[in-house]
């Protein structure tokens, strides 16, 4: 699930990490998405093309969205940058104890 509200505010800072980005085969072993409102679309059958679109887009905007805190970075961080590509809502929520919505 992906949202404008989830992009940290700081993701343009030179301490923050750049988005892990998911495998590249992420569609071959999930067969299911998550949504906003905190419904779960399985997919099956004919629906799978669906599901190879989606993790295409998941992968592009986050691949667009390290290249864009990259090129940030590259130019207004003369001290140094964290170029990471660690950084993962998902954990990062987790791990400090936040809601999760499923």
């Not at 940030?72 to 001290?79: A, E, G, I, L, Q």
Request: hydrophobic content about 25%; some cysteine; glycine content about 8%.
């Amino acid at each position: 699930f992906i949202s404008k509200y989830k992009i940290p505010t700081g993701i343009l800072s030179c301490d923050h990490k750049l988005f892990e980005l998911p495998p590249t085969d992420i569609a071959s072993y999930t067969n299911y998405s998550h949504y906003g409102d905190g419904s779960i679309q399985n997919y099956t059958g004919k629906r799978m093309t669906d599901l190879y679109r989606q993790a295409y887009v998941v992968c592009a905007i986050m691949n667009g969205l390290n290249g864009a805190a990259t090129f940030y970075k590259d130019h207004n961080c003369p001290d140094g940058a964290n170029y990471d590509a660690t950084w993962n809502h998902f954990r990062e929520e987790k791990e400090q104890g936040c809601k999760t919505v499923h």
